[in-house]
């Protein structure tokens, strides 16, 4: 499975990412918010236990503790959609489990036992669930897991109740939002079982036009029908983008050109810049890209952008603690040097 | 004389160009708007009889005569600040000689007889007064001016009486603009007799924060004195306007800077440019080389960009009538053309 910041453009232009999260719990321990520090550090011993059984997954797979970073360090893999804010909200007795690649993340006393986490770039949700259950399988035979017949996957929150699997795709959607046809979708979504949010999830506005289209329903549902369900409603809504796009290209094709040749100047030329202003301006770099009116400009580069230009991960690019100011700074240097052998 | 548009940066970096301009008229011939049409262009003959005497000078000078051209083609003489509005206005008889370095033009049948009228760039008053007066005195060798001991030369507007000397600064005051001193400047210079006005002059406001400041009184002033005045209120302005920009630049350096490489960034970068913003752009960017935070451009591109971007302009470079939306597209290639080299 390939990484989602390393991905180049595929068939499907619309979809930067897939993601998959399994919600589990461990029989007979409270959940984590029951949980004082020691107890919660002896979970994560016993989850290592379960895990690391060969050489070959030891090579492969790390544990990183958040109690033993700083809150910045922990803030970058936030970034780079590795954790949650509320792993990182239980610092003190959380860690989670990396594979190399940076493609799995079992997070462990998150508001449950564990979050196993599969993501990858491109609308790819099969694969991504096929991952995430082998880890699950791998964990199972040394775990057991808190399931009820009836209810499924037992976890703190009865919204993840059943499969307690969350499907995620992270869609780009900026004649939608240009048209403001998103608010409408926002509703339509909710109505049946799904939701849409920002790009740093729940609260996260669309910043950058990029939003994470996923279901709210877990329960009565088998985990195919979640992500058959899921499927349909992001292909209904590449549709709708895809025809936006078209229209409003048709419409202005030089006001669109002009817009997104601009946002590429301004970002070879800017010397402050802020995340929100850059998230922006890359959004109409990519939608260049994904029009096929920017021809030298590798996906993975903007892709990449977009966690970079980001608070923790710019100052452990930049390794210094970064005042706001400063960071608006440096990170229009960053952006100007990643985009320099780009043509305007 | 050099040619304004070719002048590369000099010790003056606020001064753009100086202009001198002296009205006249020829005695016991009614003012050119008493003249119809026959009488014009047989005054034209008169003052080209009396002009090329000499090989040298028919090899150097040419008239060209406005009723041969069609309007978009006389207009960009008025973009080059060769001729004015008003002797297009006069088209049907109107003529001007012009030298093949375009620094001295000999307006026939503007308000007056003759308006003539030399420019070079930077600040230099003295040798372009020079020039004026040379080609001045050898009109008058076989023209007969109206003139009288008391109002001196006679003028078809009394407020050209006098000297009927002009002497003009054109200015670049971005700082000046930008914290509003601008204002009180206006009035000011009113109250000693100057004026201030745009790159177009009465009626154009300061588009690409670029001014003409100019003698307003002609009488009962000798030349030198009209000369000495205006240095001494355009060197006043020179000091404000840099004590502005330093004060501007040590509060807000990479406030400033970004401006300056933003604009860069969007001349390079847009598809549709209007003629207001290219001023404006232009004139952040003319900013960054005065101030010597740009190097590689030459100023003297950025003299042609501002009359090239001009309608009347654009069009004679496309060879093409364009529309204004049409203007937009192709302003934006010319600039872009144009500064390909300039690095961000």
């Given at each position: 499975m390939e990484n989602w910041l390393e991905n180049k453009i595929d068939t499907e232009p619309v979809v930067i990412s897939s993601r998959i999260r399994l919600a589990r719990n461990i029989k007979n321990i409270p959940f984590p918010n029951k949980l004082d520090e020691e107890q919660g550090k002896d979970l994560v011993?016993?989850?290592?236990?379960?895990?690391?059984?060969?050489?070959?997954i030891e090579d492969k797979y790390k544990t990183i503790y958040l109690w033993q970073n700083e809150h910045t360090r922990n803030n970058t893999y936030l970034e780079e959609h590795l954790i949650s804010q509320k792993l990182i909200n239980n610092s003190k007795q959380a860690a989670f489990i990396l594979n190399k690649n940076e493609t799995v993340s079992?997070?462990?006393n998150e508001e449950d036992h564990l979050r196993l986490q599969s993501i990858t770039g491109g609308f790819n949700l099969e694969e991504t669930l096929e991952y995430a259950n082998k880890?699950?399988?791998?964990?199972?035979e040394r775990?057991?897991?808190?399931?009820?017949?009836?209810?499924?996957?037992?976890?703190?929150?009865?919204?993840n109740l059943g499969t307690a699997l969350r499907a995620s795709v992270m869609v780009h959607l900026p004649a939608l939002t240009a048209n403001k046809e998103i608010v409408g979708l926002l509703n339509a979504l909710t109505q049946v079982g799904m939701t849409i949010r920002g790009l740093y999830g729940e609260g996260s506005s669309g910043e950058g036009n990029i939003y994470q289209i996923s279901n709210q329903v877990t329960l009565g549902l088998r985990e195919e029908e979640i992500l058959r369900n899921l499927t349909g409603v992001v292909n209904q809504v590449i549709d709708r983008e895809k025809?936006?796009?078209?229209?409003?290209?048709?419409?202005?094709?030089?006001?669109?050109?002009?817009?997104?040749?601009?946002?590429?100047?301004?970002?070879?030329?800017?010397?402050?810049?802020?995340?929100k202003e850059a998230l922006n301006l890359l959004s109409n770099v990519r939608l260049?890209?994904?029009?096929?009116?920017?021809?030298?400009?590798?996906?993975?580069?903007?892709?990449?952008?977009?966690v970079e230009i980001q608070p923790a991960?710019?100052?452990?690019?930049?390794?210094?603690k970064l005042s706001e100011k400063e960071r608006d700074?440096?990170?229009?240097?960053?952006?100007?040097?990643?985009?320099?052998?780009?043509?305007?």
């Amino acid at each position: 499975m390939e990484n989602w910041l390393e991905n180049k453009i595929d068939t499907e232009p619309v979809v930067i990412s897939s993601r998959i999260r399994l919600a589990r719990n461990i029989k007979n321990i409270p959940f984590p918010n029951k949980l004082d520090e020691e107890q919660g550090k002896d979970l994560v011993k016993k989850v290592e236990d379960a895990f690391y059984i060969s050489p070959e997954i030891e090579d492969k797979y790390k544990t990183i503790y958040l109690w033993q970073n700083e809150h910045t360090r922990n803030n970058t893999y936030l970034e780079e959609h590795l954790i949650s804010q509320k792993l990182i909200n239980n610092s003190k007795q959380a860690a989670f489990i990396l594979n190399k690649n940076e493609t799995v993340s079992i997070m462990i006393n998150e508001e449950d036992h564990l979050r196993l986490q599969s993501i990858t770039g491109g609308f790819n949700l099969e694969e991504t669930l096929e991952y995430a259950n082998k880890i699950d399988d791998l964990l199972e035979e040394r775990l057991e897991y808190a399931f009820d017949e009836k209810l499924g996957y037992l976890t703190a929150c009865p919204t993840n109740l059943g499969t307690a699997l969350r499907a995620s795709v992270m869609v780009h959607l900026p004649a939608l939002t240009a048209n403001k046809e998103i608010v409408g979708l926002l509703n339509a979504l909710t109505q049946v079982g799904m939701t849409i949010r920002g790009l740093y999830g729940e609260g996260s506005s669309g910043e950058g036009n990029i939003y994470q289209i996923s279901n709210q329903v877990t329960l009565g549902l088998r985990e195919e029908e979640i992500l058959r369900n899921l499927t349909g409603v992001v292909n209904q809504v590449i549709d709708r983008e895809k025809l936006a796009r078209e229209r409003i290209f048709a419409k202005n094709k030089y006001v669109v050109e002009d817009k997104i040749y601009r946002s590429l100047g301004v970002l070879k030329s800017a010397v402050i810049l802020s995340s929100k202003e850059a998230l922006n301006l890359l959004s109409n770099v990519r939608l260049g890209v994904e029009l096929g009116i920017i021809n030298d400009i590798n996906m993975r580069i903007l892709n990449k952008l977009l966690v970079e230009i980001q608070p923790a991960t710019l100052q452990k690019i930049f390794e210094s603690k970064l005042s706001e100011k400063e960071r608006d700074l440096n990170r229009a240097k960053l952006v100007k040097e990643k985009l320099e052998t780009v043509r305007l």
